[in-house]
């Protein structure tokens, strides 16, 4: 543990949910068009603190089914948005968080998803037809934890992720794409999903990925870059599934992200003394959960929730 700086998780649940009521905040205006997404950070970041029962269950879901698309089975990012993969897979991680995936229609949001996987395996993010890993290990992971995978042809989805991988042992957005921690975790989630993380070299991997440590102790996303928040859950996660975690210096990394904090009003930034959000927040104390820092619960590294929901989905199946 990171001397003389310790987690602030009182301020940061109430910096939580003081931003879900500041409608006219600039925080909330520029996070409009992905609320959806800013409603997973924020109450994922509740339950790892022991506080999701800060928020009235009933009154997100309600909010959550506003934003459902009845016509083609998606999730916007906000009520009256268009639908796609990034908001439908938050949509159903909330839902996993209060046990009510009882709300959905299973099969047809399953269904929604499903129909964006092309004939190369790859997933299209909506309609237009933008093509990136993030949107196979979204397809996977909504999937999974709807238990539908079924609705895909899983070997064409794992060929696409594989093709994204680059010499350096990484993986990038397309074919030929530069490796990026980011892309890295969202192929490492998707092969893990899909019991094929046998298609990676772990060593290879591992060492990119420990890497990414700077001299402040915190991780980048590719070479070269400052250290952010963020990437100590793209990264840590990553190393993780590929059993390489141990190749990090954990306390250095526990201290940048305590330094990231704002102590008095809550929230977590990109680095120390930069101003706050609720994705740094989340990020760096979704990192500390990967380190088993006291108080925090422990999280899955491949569904991106609290491990109790994680096993509360499959256990019950």
Avoid at 157 to 171: E, M, P, Q, T, W
Avoid at 204 to 225: A, H, I, S, T
Avoid at 264 to 277: K, L, T, W
Wanted: proline residues 3%.
């Amino acid at each position: 543990m990171a001397e003389g700086a310790e987690l602030a998780a009182d301020q940061h649940v109430r910096y939580i949910v003081t931003v879900e009521k500041k409608k006219d905040s600039f925080e909330s205006l520029v996070m409009e068009h992905i609320r959806l997404n800013g409603a997973y950070w924020g109450l994922t970041t509740l339950d790892l603190l022991h506080k999701l029962h800060a928020v009235d269950a009933a009154e997100v879901v309600d909010w959550i089914m506003s934003c459902y698309h009845l016509e083609s089975g998606g999730f916007g990012g906000n009520v009256g948005h268009d639908p796609h993969v990034l908001y439908t897979l938050s949509a159903v991680q909330v839902l996993c968080l209060f046990d009510r995936l009882d709300v959905l229609d299973v099969d047809k949001v399953a269904d929604y998803v499903a129909r964006l996987q092309n004939e190369d395996g790859s997933f299209s993010g909506d309609i237009w037809g933008e093509v990136d890993t993030r949107f196979s290990y979204i397809a996977l992971c909504t999937l999974s934890l709807l238990h539908r995978l079924h609705k895909i042809d899983m070997q064409k989805a794992v060929y696409f992720v594989v093709s994204c991988k680059n010499l350096d042992g990484g993986f990038g957005a397309m074919p030929g794409g530069e490796s990026h921690a980011g892309q890295i975790f969202c192929c490492v989630g998707a092969l893990a999903i899909a019991g094929s993380l046998h298609h990676i070299d772990r060593d290879l991997l591992g060492w990119w990925l420990c890497e990414r440590q700077c001299k402040d102790g915190g991780l980048n996303g590719r070479p070269e870059k400052l250290a952010d928040v963020c990437y100590s859950w793209w990264v840590l996660s990553s190393l993780i599934m590929i059993d390489r975690v141990h190749w990090i210096d954990k306390k250095k990394l526990t201290k940048f992200i305590l330094n990231c904090q704002d102590k008095e009003n809550g929230g977590i930034s990109d680095r120390p003394d930069n101003a706050v959000d609720i994705y740094h927040t989340y990020f760096g104390v979704a990192g500390l959960s990967l380190m088993e820092y006291p108080g925090v619960k422990p999280m899955d590294p491949a569904y991106a929730l609290p491990l109790d929901v994680v096993n509360r989905i499959f256990l019950r199946k």
